[in-house]
């Protein structure tokens, strides 16, 4: 009797290996997403909490477009270092995929629109909320777990200061993590492979 089950056995795996998956055709595919991802930074103690949201478009299986936007909601700490810190980024992933699990990495240029929580650093004895150049590099994985659903982890580095008007500048330089479950779709029908 154990020699049957452990044939049994030995034969479902050598099955399961044998019937090896095909790539998963990317390219036409858009992903939108949404989680929270915490923000830690790396000139302060301070970890800001976000709302992002991304879209994700493959230009081909080893090249997409994506957005990403950062809507600042807080920190975690008692007195915020940042009133207001959302950001907005555009660029090129670069993949890599093995079957379903797909490996990138991203270079993003952007915008901050920012307001540290500080008193009297300029003239005017406020600090103004405004606008100022970012950029982020981002590594990450998505694998899809079936047709029209994925899990995705994302983490990336985001470089950018606050331009005081006395030439203080302030460092938004962050890391940033997001993770969750999307929804991805094909937005043309791919042509089957002959």
Same mark, same amino acid.
């Not at 991304?54 to 090249?63: P, Q, R, S, T």
């Not at 809507?71 to 270092?81: A, L, M, N």
């Given at each position: 009797? %154990?020699?049957?089950?452990?044939?049994?056995?030995?034969?479902?795996?050598?099955?399961?290996?044998?019937?090896?998956?095909?790539?998963?055709? /990317? =390219?036409?595919?858009?992903?939108?997403?949404?989680?929270?991802?915490?923000?830690?930074?790396? @000139? !302060?103690?301070? /970890?800001?909490?976000? *709302?992002?949201?991304?879209?994700?478009?493959?230009?081909?299986?080893?090249?997409?477009?994506?957005?990403?936007?950062? $809507?600042? &909601?807080?920190?975690?700490?008692? /007195?915020?270092?940042?009133?207001?810190?959302?950001?907005?980024?555009?660029? *090129?992933?670069?993949?890599?995929? $093995?079957? %379903?699990?797909?490996?990138?990495?991203?270079?993003?240029?952007?915008?901050?629109?920012?307001?540290?929580?500080?008193?009297?650093?300029?003239?005017?004895?406020?600090?103004? #909320? =405004?606008?100022?150049? @970012?950029?982020?590099?981002?590594?990450?994985? /998505?694998? +899809? &777990?079936?047709?029209?659903?994925?899990? +995705?982890?994302?983490? %990336?580095? &985001?470089?950018?200061?606050?331009? #005081?008007?006395?030439?203080?500048?302030?460092?938004?330089?962050?890391?940033?993590? @997001?993770?969750?479950? @999307?929804?991805?779709?094909?937005?043309?029908?791919? =042509?089957?492979? !002959?």
């Amino acid at each position: 009797m %154990r020699i049957v089950l452990f044939s049994s056995f030995c034969a479902f795996c050598l099955n399961m290996f044998s019937q090896q998956e095909a790539k998963f055709q /990317t =390219k036409g595919i858009i992903i939108p997403s949404g989680t929270i991802s915490p923000g830690f930074m790396t @000139s !302060q103690q301070a /970890t800001n909490i976000y *709302l992002h949201g991304g879209l994700e478009y493959y230009l081909e299986n080893k090249v997409s477009f994506k957005g990403d936007v950062f $809507w600042h &909601v807080g920190s975690q700490e008692k /007195t915020d270092f940042m009133k207001v810190n959302h950001s907005l980024y555009y660029g *090129l992933n670069f993949h890599n995929q $093995w079957n %379903r699990l797909d490996l990138y990495f991203g270079i993003q240029p952007g915008l901050f629109y920012s307001q540290p929580n500080m008193m009297k650093i300029d003239s005017s004895g406020l600090i103004n #909320a =405004k606008l100022n150049p @970012s950029a982020s590099v981002s590594v990450g994985m /998505t694998y +899809f &777990v079936a047709r029209n659903f994925n899990f +995705f982890l994302n983490g %990336r580095y &985001v470089y950018g200061n606050y331009y #005081a008007a006395n030439d203080r500048n302030i460092s938004l330089n962050e890391f940033r993590i @997001s993770a969750g479950l @999307s929804f991805n779709f094909r937005l043309f029908k791919r =042509k089957e492979i !002959q």
